[in-house]
């Protein structure tokens, strides 16, 4: 248990700092990298390792590297000392054991009515971001960091008041996902995400057997805009076979979800002028000389997004009304006249 505690502090201390800005800035090197060629097409999703029309080989199912009870966690390093009355489990599911390549999860059951309450699986984007480090730590997990960077205080809205809640890290390379297979950091997708995911759930279903019957939704934010609904279409498929664990799959939810170039990059300049944060005159300009369909942006375009993001300034982009959190010192926006 200490040499997990140790883990689990080493990535608070370094994912909670970075992830809020590795999010955006994804989501926006992912944006302007599209301004001089066309979108690149997402990989057809066919199923989990589909052989043929209607033939599938073997999901792995293997013996994991502990049970349940020896990935509870006793308390989080920081953590309240009164008030938490719930159970947390962190720890590693192996999707390939010839890979060595494993995801890292991290579980709160709900205070009240766990074994009837049921199981939300939550997926950060990016790609790249740690659902652990972001969504659990920032967004919807059971605590926040204190300004301190050292203590944690209850968080009043976390979803586990209403759910038990799995944070996976993935794919392989986020956060404490690993594999021993160098390539496999480089031959990632959304095919390899959504069939490494699906082993995940039904080997992590091994662990937590009470779980397999519980009703079941996916959720995130970003890309997994293309995680959520590719796992869905998995699960649905693999659900199919009858030699194997059906997951009882009931619901999928997605907030500011990324789709694809063409609808993600309109609808965040839409988004800027109806807030205010763009000029009529930008937005006008964007919408009359930028063709996001083809990408074939030209210097008049380009001209109009770049004055888009000056008069946009130094916000985040997930909450326009809050102060950035950053304790770097950087240069006071430029000050713009916004018509509306």
């Known amino acids: 248990m200490t040499m997990k505690l140790s883990l689990l502090s080493c ?43 209607n033939t599938y080989s073997p999901v792995y199912v293997g013996s994991q590297d502990g049970s349940k009870e020896a990935d509870k966690v006793e308390a989080l390093p920081g953590q309240p000392t009164e008030g938490v009355d719930f159970n947390q489990y962190a720890g590693y599911v192996t999707v390939d054991a010839d890979a060595g390549r494993a995801l890292f999860y991290y579980f709160v059951e709900s205070p009240q ?13 990016g790609p790249g971001c740690s659902s652990l480090g972001y969504g659990a730590m920032e967004e919807l997990g059971p605590f926040r960091v204190n300004s301190d960077g050292n203590s944690l205080y209850k968080n009043g809205y976390a979803w586990n008041n209403e759910a038990n809640v799995l944070f996976l890290e993935s794919p392989a390379g986020v956060g404490f996902s690993y594999s021993n297979t ?8 959304d095919n390899k995400t959504a069939s490494d995911s699906y082993k995940f759930l039904i080997n992590w279903l091994e662990k937590f057997p009470e779980y397999k019957t519980r009703d079941f939704f996916i959720t995130g934010e970003s890309y997994a805009g293309h995680y959520v609904p590719q796992l869905a279409y998995t699960i649905v498929s693999e659900n199919k076979i009858t030699n194997q664990t059906k997951i009882n799959l009931k619901g999928i939810a997605i907030g500011n979800a990324w789709i694809d170039a063409s609808t993600g990059t309109q609808g965040g300049y839409d988004y800027l002028w109806t807030h205010a ?25 380009d001209k109009y997004m770049s004055q888009s993001e000056n008069e946009v300034g130094e916000i985040d982009p997930y909450n326009i009304y809050a102060p950035l959190c950053n304790t770097e010192s950087k240069p006071a926006a430029s000050t713009v006249s916004v018509s509306l």
């Not at 763009?278 to 210097?299: H, L, P, Q």
Request: overall charge negative; proline content about 2%.
């Open 11 to 53: 990535l608070l201390l370094l994912s909670v700092s970075c992830n809020s800005a590795n999010q955006v800035g994804n989501l926006n090197k992912l944006i302007k990298s599209h301004r001089n060629q066309k979108p690149l097409q997402s990989e057809s999703q066919n199923g989990l390792d589909q052989v043929g029309d």
């Open 113 to 125: 009515n766990s074994s009837t309450r049921p199981l939300v699986l939550w997926l950060n984007g």
């Open 182 to 189: 160098t390539s496999d950091y480089q031959n990632v997708g």
């Open 277 to 301: 944060l763009n000029s009529d005159e930008t937005s006008a300009g964007i919408n009359k000389y930028c063709d996001f369909v083809t990408f074939n942006i030209t210097s008049t375009c």
